[in-house]
C-alpha cells in the first residue's frame, strides 16, 4: 500500500523516517530538494559537483536525523548540512588548485567577468551570478542566505555558526565588493 506524506508534518516525517520509511524520507527530500539545490549551486555553479553536493546532503541527512533535536526548523537543518559540505568542497578544491597552480591563494577563485562586447550578450542573471561568484566564499555565502534565501541576520549566524556581528560586516563588505563589481558592468 503506497501511502502519502503530502500533508504531512515535518516532524512526523522524520519519526516515519526514523523508523524506516523510505517513502518518508523520500517525502522529505521532495520538500528540500530545490531549496538544496539552490544553495549549493548558488556557491559552486551549476556543476557536476554541485549536484554531488546536494546528494551527499541527503545522504548525510538520512544518517543523522536520529540526531535532529528538532530545536530549529528541518529547513534550517538541512540547509546547514547543504552549506557545511559546499564550505568543505570549496576548501577542498582550494587546496587542490593551490596545489597545481602557480597563482596565488586569492587568484583561485577568480572568475571572468565579461568584458563590454560580451555583456550586451548576458542577461541580468547571469551578470549578477558572474559578480556573485567573484565574491570570496565566506562573502559569497552570507550574500546567498541573506539576499537570495531570504534568510534573517540571526538564521544566518545560526546556521553558519557565526557570530551576528560578523554575519552584519561580512554582508556590508559583500555589497560593497558587488555594487563595485557591478558598477564595472
Not at 549551486?41 to 546528494?55: C, H, T
Not at 528541518?74 to 577542498?92: D, G
Not at 561568484?133 to 555558526?161: C, N, Q, W
Request: proline share 2%.
Amino acid at each position: 500500500m503506497m501511502e502519502s506524506y503530502r500533508q504531512t508534518g515535518d516532524n512526523e516525517l522524520i519519526k516515519a523516517s526514523i523508523e524506516g520509511d523510505r517513502l518518508a524520507f523520500e517525502e522529505i527530500v521532495n520538500r528540500y530538494q530545490k531549496m538544496v539545490a539552490r544553495t549549493v549551486k548558488g556557491m559552486l555553479g551549476d556543476s557536476a559537483f554541485a549536484e554531488d553536493i546536494g546528494q551527499e546532503v541527503f545522504i548525510k541527512l538520512y544518517y543523522s536525523l536520529s540526531e535532529f533535536r528538532g530545536e530549529a526548523k528541518l529547513s534550517t537543518y538541512i540547509q546547514k548540512i547543504a552549506i557545511n559540505l559546499t564550505l568543505n568542497e570549496i576548501k577542498r578544491r582550494k587546496r587542490f588548485f593551490s596545489m597545481f597552480s602557480q597563482k596565488g591563494d586569492d587568484e583561485v577563485y577568480k572568475y571572468d567577468i565579461p568584458d563590454e562586447d560580451n555583456e550586451v550578450k548576458r542577461d541580468a542573471s547571469e551578470i549578477v551570478n558572474k559578480a556573485l561568484m567573484s565574491l570570496d566564499p565566506k562573502f559569497r555565502i552570507i550574500v546567498a542566505m541573506r539576499m537570495l534565501h531570504g534568510y534573517s541576520t540571526r538564521e544566518t549566524a545560526y546556521i553558519l555558526d557565526l557570530p551576528l556581528g560578523t554575519v552584519l560586516s561580512r554582508l556590508s563588505r559583500a555589497q560593497e565588493q558587488l555594487k563595485g563589481i557591478l558598477e564595472k558592468l
